[in-house]
């Protein structure tokens, strides 16, 4: 019986389409580039909020 359907198991998968696999090329959605992006948005963010610290220290005049 369990050899049975191990046959079973395996005909179908030798005559199964492929399953399809994700492609992430001309995505801006890449997992590989996520972390790099987001570390660069939050320089960006930290860079823009120092600006504004100093703007608004320096004296109006």
Do not use: C, I, K
Request: hydrophobic share 40%.
């Amino acid at each position: 019986m369990a050899l049975a359907a191990a046959v079973a198991y395996a005909l179908r998968d030798w005559f199964a389409a492929p399953q399809p696999h994700p492609s992430w090329e001309e995505t801006d959605n890449d997992p590989e580039d996520m972390s790099g992006d987001l570390a660069q948005r939050a320089r960006e963010a930290e860079g823009a909020q120092a600006a504004e610290a100093e703007e608004s220290e320096t004296p109006a005049g």
